[in-house]
């Protein structure tokens, strides 16, 4: 019987993260040995100043795999939340030139910004006591985007009084997050990226020398240092990915519900 076409599709990046995406594939082939991947980038901005390497958009594998002969495939969503992104993807599968099914983001639900937090909580309690520990998340305009303020709220919930997040597009931006980590009384902070890879987002608006996270922490007297560890290289994230798509699997085999449908 043929391996199931999986494919994994993040946003992108111009960045070269080819040892982040290795990572990301070595655990999905080692954890569904019955799936062929392959990897898209879904973002337009991302395919407009493409390098060599970079993945092409998702319709294009799914239009290879059916010349290739397949009957069907899932997408695999590597973004974090039911945002704008990932909903390109739904009408993107109801006309697929295969049957396609898609499988959900990181955080979809309370269970999964538990399980990121929980993932997150060993490195919280591994840093000095002086030290804050600040989520930076995205943030997104999109409705789905409030999952980011529900990942902070539950990140703090888990991490305890330490515990900060912020917004790196949206509020509370940085400046209010490091008025709130110097009331607290934290003279250091470290900054985790809530970003599947440390791209131009954690380069250049969380470590940039101009008008960057690092640059507002400093001004209110807070040393900063950033993660270098971005979610693709964390392996109990990784979990809550291979955990839909277990399901989606299930349930495209029939042998478990059916498939989530998406308005």
Same mark, same amino acid.
């Given at each position: 019987?043929?391996?199931?076409?999986?494919?994994?599709?993040?946003?992108?990046?111009?960045?070269?993260?080819?040892?982040?995406? =290795?990572?990301?594939?070595?655990?999905?082939?080692?954890?569904?040995?019955?799936?062929?991947?392959?990897?898209?980038?879904?973002?337009?901005?991302?395919?407009?100043?493409?390098?060599?390497?970079?993945?092409?958009?998702?319709?294009?594998?799914?239009?290879?795999?059916? =010349?290739?002969?397949?009957?069907?495939?899932?997408?695999?969503?590597?973004?974090?939340?039911?945002?704008?992104?990932?909903?390109?993807?739904?009408?993107?599968?109801?006309?697929?030139?295969?049957?396609?099914?898609?499988?959900?983001?990181?955080?979809?639900?309370?269970?999964?910004?538990?399980?990121?937090?929980?993932?997150?909580?060993?490195?919280?309690?591994?840093?000095?006591?002086?030290?804050?520990?600040?989520?930076?998340?995205?943030?997104?305009?999109?409705?789905?985007?409030?999952?980011?303020?529900?990942?902070?709220?539950?990140?703090?919930?888990?991490?305890?009084?330490?515990?900060?997040?912020?917004?790196?597009?949206?509020?509370?931006?940085?400046?209010?997050?490091?008025?709130?980590?110097?009331?607290?009384?934290?003279? &250091?902070?470290?900054?985790?990226?809530?970003?599947?890879?440390?791209?131009?987002?954690?380069? &250049?608006?969380?470590?940039?020398?101009?008008?960057?996270w690092k640059t507002a922490f400093l001004a209110a007297g807070i040393t900063p240092a950033i993660d270098c560890r971005s979610l693709g290289r964390h392996p109990a994230i990784l979990d809550i990915f291979g955990s839909h798509l277990r399901k989606t699997l299930d349930a495209t085999m029939g042998?478990?519900?059916?498939?989530?449908?998406?308005?």
């Amino acid at each position: 019987m043929s391996r199931t076409p999986v494919i994994l599709t993040a946003f992108g990046t111009r960045n070269k993260t080819k040892e982040t995406t =290795d990572f990301i594939e070595n655990y999905f082939r080692k954890t569904f040995p019955s799936c062929e991947f392959h990897w898209a980038f879904s973002a337009r901005s991302v395919q407009k100043n493409r390098h060599q390497g970079t993945p092409p958009p998702p319709e294009k594998v799914l239009q290879e795999l059916a =010349d290739q002969g397949h009957s069907g495939a899932v997408i695999q969503s590597l973004h974090v939340v039911c945002a704008a992104e990932f909903h390109k993807l739904i009408p993107l599968c109801r006309n697929a030139p295969l049957a396609t099914q898609l499988s959900l983001p990181l955080l979809a639900s309370v269970e999964d910004c538990r399980a990121a937090a929980c993932a997150l909580k060993p490195a919280v309690e591994s840093l000095a006591s002086d030290t804050a520990a600040v989520l930076a998340l995205h943030g997104s305009s999109h409705p789905g985007g409030t999952l980011f303020h529900l990942m902070g709220r539950i990140f703090m919930e888990t991490c305890g009084d330490r515990a900060f997040f912020g917004m790196i597009e949206g509020e509370p931006g940085k400046e209010a997050i490091a008025r709130r980590i110097g009331k607290a009384g934290f003279t &250091k902070a470290h900054i985790f990226p809530f970003t599947l890879i440390t791209g131009i987002h954690v380069e &250049k608006d969380l470590a940039g020398p101009e008008d960057s996270w690092k640059t507002a922490f400093l001004a209110a007297g807070i040393t900063p240092a950033i993660d270098c560890r971005s979610l693709g290289r964390h392996p109990a994230i990784l979990d809550i990915f291979g955990s839909h798509l277990r399901k989606t699997l299930d349930a495209t085999m029939g042998t478990g519900p059916t498939p989530q449908e998406f308005p």
